[in-house]
């Protein structure tokens, strides 16, 4: 049987906004809305949160998340690789057994709609993919300047952006989840390795919570999301 866990990574340190992944988003603390999503995927065996904070520790637990243990100060640096923590917790943190593969929900990307992390397990396990990304199509025309500015489009064949075939588009990670194989992982080190796929997500989904700002933001999207999704369901 193929087992998942989520394993949400949740540093006291914020320098953006203090206390961050504590702060209150439409209601609730930011980091709920991660636990509370994963929860409800359907798929997820345990969920776990990964903290060097006793604070983000109880909050967590109190919306029904297992921390086990407390990060080293090792992996909850500024400068801490995601993937140092993920080893850990995978290593230190998961039940008895390692599952077959984990779920990694950031918790700066508060909004999902309900079916997102369901239907991308199931695109993740029907492709048989070693690791997914959440994606979002880039709608504009892409210039590099390597040094001069250089198109990733020909000008003189200039497409409406719904014209460009499937594979000459253009996606960018939008850090809402990943999911990968907990042996490719571990092989690897890398959470995006082997066989990738992405999955696509709404507009709404793409907000990432770094500075204030950006809270009014999500919040905006949350309660689009939960006032207009049962009867304007989101065109993708």
């Known amino acids: 049987m193929m087992t998942c866990d989520a394993i949400v990574l949740a540093r006291g340190g914020s320098k953006g906004i203090p206390r961050k992944n504590l702060v209150p988003v439409f209601g609730k603390p930011l980091i709920a809305w991660t636990i509370e999503a994963a929860q409800a995927a359907g798929f997820v065996r345990d969920v776990i949160v990964s903290t060097d904070s006793e604070e983000i520790a109880e909050t967590a637990r109190a919306f029904g998340a297992r921390v086990p243990v407390l990060r080293p100060d090792e992996f909850a640096t500024d400068t801490s690789p995601a993937e140092a923590s993920l080893h850990h917790a995978i290593a230190h943190m998961c039940r008895d057994e390692k599952p077959h593969s984990v779920l990694f929900p950031q918790v700066t990307s508060p909004v999902r709609r309900k079916d997102t992390l369901a239907d991308a397990f199931r695109h993740f396990t029907d492709g048989g993919y070693d690791s997914l990304f959440s994606a979002r199509l880039i709608r504009n025309y892409i210039w590099r300047n390597m040094p001069e500015p250089q198109p990733l489009y020909d000008p003189h064949n200039r497409l ?63 309660e689009r999301l939960e006032r207009n999704l049962a009867v304007h369901p989101i065109q993708m």
């Open 160 to 222: 409406m952006r719904q014209q460009i075939p499937p594979q000459d588009r253009y996606y960018r990670e939008t850090g809402n989840f990943y999911l990968f194989r907990t042996e490719s992982f571990e092989q690897t080190g890398c959470r995006l390795t082997g066989r990738i796929g992405f999955w696509e997500t709404s507009d709404e989904e793409v907000v990432e919570i770094d500075e204030p700002q950006d809270i009014a933001v999500a919040e905006l999207m949350l």
